[in-house]
Structures are given as C-alpha cells and as structure tokens.
C-alpha cells in the first residue's frame, strides 16, 4: 500500500463504529486502513471482527500511550506514507488527496496535515459538523518563548470561526496528532515518537526534530477533518494536565539547545540559555500551581507537581541530531499567555498581523 491510515484504539468502540465507515468510503485503492488497539477492554476487536472483518487490525499486548502504541504498530507496516488519525474523527470525500499530493510535489516538507474543525453533538446522538477549529490543532501550531503552544485560530481555551483567514498552505512548527500524515522513511530516521511522552505534545516534538533534520511542516488547508476531542482523557483531567507540563519540559530539552545552535549559538551557549529558559518555565509552572492552590483545585495543583517530578525522573542527556543549515519555523519570540488574558478575541487579529504574517 502507498498510504498507511492508522487508528489508534483505546477502548473507544462507539467511536470507530460511528467513523470508521466514512473514513473506509473515503479512501481510494492506494491507502489502507489499519486499527491498532491498546489491549481495550471494551469489546472493540471483538465488534472489529464481526462488523469490519476486512480491515486489518494489530492487537497491542498492553496500553503503551499514543507513543508507544503508534511505534509497535508503524513498525509493522510498509507504506510511503503514514496517517495517524484519531478514531474521534470524522472525514469527508476527498480529504487525503491533497494532503498526499503535497508531499508528491514538495519533497522538502517531512510532515502536513489538514485544517482542523470542532465537531459537536446534537441531543439525539447525531454528530454535527461546525465552522469553528478545533482546539487540538486548529490551522497549525506554534510555539511561544516558553514554549507554550498556540495556533492559528486557538489561542488557550479560545478558538475562533474558519473564515477562509487560513486557507493557504502554511509552514508551522507543528501538525496535530489528531490527524497527520507523516513520510514513513522520516518516521523512521527519527527514531518514530519519543517513548517518554507516553502521551500529549508528542507530535509537536515529532514536528520539531523533523525541522531540525532539514524537513518543512506543512498545514494544507485544502484538506478539513472535524474532531470530536476528549475521547481517551477528558480535557479537566488531572492526569492530562500533568502529561501536558511534564511533556512541555520534555519538548524544550530535546530542541530548543539543538535549535538556538542553528540560530549561530555556540553548542555551550546554546546549552546554558535553554537551560535558562527551562528555569523561568518552571518558575512560570510554579506560580499556576499556587494559582491552583488558592483556587481550591488541589488536584491540578498537585499534577503540575507530579509533572515536575516526572520530568526530573525522565530527563536525558540525548539531544537531537541537527543540521548546521536547518531553519526552525513557527517558533515566536512573544509570551503568550499576557497577550491571551489583556487581548481577549482580538488575540487572533494581533497574531495575524504581528506573527503569522512573518
């Protein structure tokens, strides 16, 4: 097959009942769905066998997370491309051709995916397809000083309307998971997703070592999927929030130094300012975590704690391989969150002029 479209189950049956037909009507001859599931105990490969006998599947022996689950199941694959798709997607006609023929005829960019639609549901169970972008990547990521993430048309928790604003095909640091398609010869150049991720903010640091080993990351706008969001975690998850801080931290280590080198640093001064850009992270983590607390949410409190401790526990001396001549895009020099809170909805007309345009 020349395109892989991998799902990653866990213990979403309902999902894959409700989208995985529209996805399989969608597809020409050269693309294959395949599900992979993360040992779910909700009866998906037994509805798998009895109502999509023909599409392949690979059983998982144990719920290795986003990461772990798509590096066993790309492994066993062989296409020129591959798709990771979230099973709480729901595709239209025609929506991989153009993200397929970018990459035929641009051999620099490494990774592309598709603008990214909420979708909703109605009382009675229906799905409905809106204009708005979705949170989980919305037109295409970037990150901010501190490595915050944001994107053309969600800044935050805020996410505004698809006005056609973002209709050309765009570089960005980052594509989301939810939905990308991924050459199968830079998958594994790379080594695949970082294991310790385990989950959230694994495809930004995906996008950002593919940068840095010379490749573009693309948004094609041509191509529009709507998400659903929060299948597996939902999105006040305290669990979700500690991944989300302690894979932030990840992220910095292994590409900001690499990144400030082919910015003209040398390799220890590249070293000791990411160094203190992580220590002002922390510092910024910190004073959230005693919001939290006088808040009442000691729960969240208590994640953004876990998350550093994990962090600490995970960190590697390993940095990414880079080339001297690779330029990083989608990274901006402002601290987002001050912008985010003093600008309200006028934050998306400010980044349209002063980031997104340069």
Same mark, same amino acid.
Request: net charge negative; charged share 20%; proline share 10%.
């Given at each position: 097959m020349r395109t892989a479209v991998v799902i990653l189950n866990w213990n979403t049956k309902?999902?894959?009942? $409700?989208?995985?037909?529209?996805?399989?009507e969608s597809? *020409?001859?050269?693309?294959q769905v395949v599900v992979a599931d993360s040992a779910s105990t909700d009866g998906s490969m037994e509805m798998m066998a009895a109502e999509f006998p023909a599409v392949r599947t690979i059983p998982l022996d144990a719920n290795y997370g986003f990461t772990g689950g798509y590096n066993r199941a790309l492994a066993e694959l062989d296409a020129e491309y591959f798709v990771l798709i979230n099973s709480d997607i729901l595709v239209g006609d025609g929506w991989l051709e153009p993200l397929v023929s970018w990459m035929d005829s641009?051999?620099?960019c490494g990774i592309c995916g598709p603008k990214l639609h909420a979708l909703t549901k109605d009382g009675g169970g229906s799905f409905i397809k809106t204009d708005r972008f979705e949170y989980a990547g919305a037109a295409g990521g970037w990150l901010?000083?501190? *490595?915050?993430?944001f994107c053309r048309g969600r800044v935050m928790k805020r996410v505004c309307e698809d006005r056609a604003q973002y209709d050309r095909p765009a570089d960005v640091l980052w594509c989301t998971g939810a939905c990308l398609l991924v050459r199968s010869s830079l998958w594994k150049a790379l080594g695949g997703?970082?294991? %310790?991720f385990f989950a959230h903010m694994e495809e930004i640091d995906l996008c950002w070592r593919a940068q840095l080993a010379g490749w573009k990351v693309t948004v094609v706008?041509? $191509?529009?999927?709507?998400h659903l969001g929060g299948g597996t975690l939902a999105p006040d998850s305290p669990f979700k929030l500690q991944l989300n801080y302690r894979n932030n931290l990840l992220l910095l280590e292994n590409n900001l130094a690499p990144t400030l080198v082919t910015r003209g640093y040398s390799a220890e001064r590249a070293e000791k300012k990411a160094e203190r850009i992580l220590r002002r992270r922390l510092f910024i983590d910190n004073l959230t975590k005693t919001a939290y607390s006088l808040s009442g949410k000691k729960e969240y409190a208590a994640a953004v704690g876990k998350a550093h401790e994990s962090w600490r526990q995970l960190r590697s001396?390993? %940095?990414t391989p880079f080339k001297s $001549?690779?330029?990083?895009? *989608?990274?901006? *020099?402002?601290c987002m969150i001050p912008h985010a809170l003093l600008r309200g909805k006028g934050v998306f007309t400010y980044l349209d002029k002063k980031v997104f345009a340069k």
């Open positions: 309902g999902y894959l009942r $409700s989208f995985l037909p529209p996805l399989l597809l *020409g001859d050269d693309a641009h051999p620099e901010d000083r501190f *490595g915050f993430p997703l970082d294991d %310790r706008p041509q $191509s529009v999927v709507w001396s390993a %940095r $001549s690779s330029t990083v895009h *989608g990274l901006s *020099g402002i």
